[in-house]
C-alpha cells in the first residue's frame, strides 16, 4: 500500500453544519429509532426492521457500510431499495451540494440519500444507525425520534471519538434527544452507564439500563428464544435491546400491536456478514458451510472467538481463518483472541471500497508475521489481494473441518461480492 492515501481521519470530517442544509426538512417526516455504539448496533437495527416490517409496519432501516452494492445499506420493508431509485435520489442529493456549495463528505451525501428514501418511500419509521460516534455523525439530525439505542460501547476510532472510554461513551451519548427515552446495553461498564446516564438527565430523557435476564422474565416467550436458539451473551443483550426499544415504540406506531405478537418472528441472524453461516459453492470446492463475521475491533473479535470456541471447536478441532483488517487496526490484539494453537491462517487483502477510498487492507506480510507469533499454530499463509486463491487454500488445508472468515467486514463483503458473481456465472 502507499502512503498517499488519506487517513481515515482525514476523510471522515464529523460534524452537522453540512448535512443540516443538504437534508431538507420535509425529508425528516418520519418517525425514528436511533442507534448508536460500537458493537451490536448493526444486529439491533435489523431486529427492529425485520420486526416491525413482520408486524405490517412500513418501515426503513439505514445501516453502515454496505455490504455489497453501495446501495443494500438503505432497506425498505427489509428488501434493499432498486439501484434506479437509489441512484437518482443520490444524484438529487449531489446536484444540491453542488447547488449550495456544501462539499458534504461521502458520508453526508449517503445519509442526505437514505433520509430522502425514506420520505419518499412514505415509511412509518425508519431504523438508523449511527455511522461514527453519536454526537456529531451525519446522522444525529433527526428530528422526530422515538427511542435512541446505544449498544456495548467499546474501544474503535479513538482518533475521531476520543483515548478513554468516558470520551467515546460521551460522544456515543450524543444521539439522547430532550425527553426522549434512552435504552443502553445493560452490560457496559460502569464508567460507560455513568457517562451515558449522567448525560441523559441533564436531558430529561428516560434511560433503561437493559438486562437479557430481566427482559426475559418479561416476556417468556422471548426466554425461550434465547433458550431454543443458544444464544450468546452478546446476542441476548442486542435482541433484548431491540424488545425493549419496541416495547418503547410501538404504542406510538401502531398501539394495537404488541410485542408478543412480534417476537415469533425474531430472524435468526438479524444481520448478513454477522455469525452468517454460507456454501461458497460455486466459488470454491467446499460442500460444508463456512462462517463469516465482520469482527473487526477487539471487542467484536472476542465475541466472535467466544462464539467459534463454543460451537465450532469440536473434540479439539482446529479451525482454518481467513483473514483480512484495515489499516490502522492494531492487528496484534484483534487477532490474539481468534488464534489457538492447532489453528490454519490465510491472510488476503480486500479490494478498494466503493465510496470509502480511504479504507485500505492491512498488508499480508504484516498479519503472517502476526499469525506467527502464536505458539504451535498449523499452517500459515498468505495470498495478498488473492482472495480466492486463499479461500481454496483454506478449504484444502481445512479439509472438510470448520472455516472462518473475519477481520474486516469489507473482507466479508468482497467474499460474499465474488459468491454472488460466481453463482450468477453459473446459473
Not at 416491525?52 to 453502515?64: P, Q
Not at 454526537?135 to 456495548?152: E, G, H, M, Q
Request: with cysteine; charged share 20%; glycine share 10%.
Amino acid at each position: 500500500m502507499t502512503s498517499t492515501h488519506l487517513s481515515s481521519v482525514e476523510m471522515i470530517e464529523l460534524g452537522l453544519s453540512r448535512v443540516t442544509q443538504l437534508v431538507r426538512k420535509p425529508s425528516l417526516n418520519w418517525k425514528a429509532v436511533h442507534v448508536a455504539g460500537t458493537n451490536g448496533k448493526g444486529s439491533i437495527t435489523g431486529y427492529l426492521s425485520a420486526l416491525l416490517t413482520a408486524g405490517g409496519v412500513r418501515c426503513g432501516s439505514f445501516t453502515s457500510p454496505h455490504l455489497i452494492d453501495r446501495w443494500d445499506c438503505i432497506t425498505v420493508n427489509e428488501r434493499v431499495i432498486q439501484e434506479p431509485v437509489f441512484r437518482r435520489i443520490e444524484d438529487e442529493v449531489k446536484h444540491r451540494d453542488q447547488q449550495l456549495g456544501l462539499g458534504a463528505t461521502e458520508f453526508e451525501l449517503l445519509t442526505a440519500t437514505a433520509f430522502e428514501v425514506f420520505h419518499q418511500e412514505q415509511v412509518d419509521v425508519g431504523i438508523v444507525e449511527v455511522g461514527v460516534g453519536g454526537r456529531l455523525d451525519a446522522t444525529n439530525i433527526l428530528t422526530n425520534v422515538l427511542a435512541s439505542i446505544i449498544s456495548k460501547v467499546g474501544y474503535d476510532h479513538q482518533a475521531l471519538l476520543g483515548n478513554t472510554i468516558e470520551e467515546i461513551a460521551k460522544e456515543k451519548a450524543g444521539i439522547i434527544k430532550p425527553g426522549v427515552p434512552c435504552l443502553v446495553d445493560g452490560t457496559n461498564l460502569p464508567e460507560v452507564q455513568k457517562v451515558i446516564s449522567a448525560h441523559a438527565e441533564t436531558l430529561g430523557a428516560p434511560t433503561m439500563f437493559v438486562e437479557a435476564q430481566e427482559v426475559g422474565r418479561l416476556f417468556p416467550a422471548l426466554r425461550r428464544h434465547f433458550e431454543d436458539r443458544d444464544l450468546l451473551p452478546h446476542q441476548r443483550a442486542n435482541l433484548s435491546c431491540a424488545i425493549m426499544a419496541l416495547q418503547t415504540a410501538l404504542p406510538q406506531i401502531r398501539p394495537q400491536l404488541t410485542v408478543d405478537q412480534l417476537l415469533p418472528f425474531v430472524p435468526k441472524s438479524p444481520r448478513a456478514g454477522r455469525l452468517q453461516e454460507v456454501c461458497l459453492e460455486p466459488l470454491i470446492s467446499r460442500k460444508e458451510l463456512v462462517l463469516l463475521d465482520g469482527a473487526h475491533n477487539p471487542q467484536s473479535a472476542g465475541v466472535l472467538a467466544s462464539y467459534v470456541n463454543q460451537k465450532l471447536r469440536v473434540h479439539g478441532q482446529g479451525i482454518t481463518w481467513v483473514v483480512a483488517a484495515s489499516q490502522g487496526k492494531d492487528t496484534e490484539e484483534l487477532f490474539g483472541s481468534m488464534f489457538k494453537p492447532g489453528d490454519n491462517v490465510v491472510a488476503v487483502e480486500f479490494g478498494p471500497v466503493a465510496g470509502m477510498p480511504w479504507v485500505q487492507s492491512v498488508n499480508t506480510t504484516n498479519l503472517v508475521t502476526v499469525a506467527r507469533s502464536v505458539s504451535d499454530l498449523g499452517a500459515v499463509e498468505g495470498f495478498g489481494a488473492n482472495v480466492v486463491g486463499g479461500l481454496n487454500w483454506a478449504s484444502t488445508v481445512s479439509a472438510g473441518g470448520p472455516m472462518v472468515i473475519a477481520g474486516s467486514l469489507y473482507l466479508v463483503s468482497e467474499v460474499l461480492r465474488l459468491l454472488r458473481e460466481a453463482q450468477a456465472a453459473s446459473s
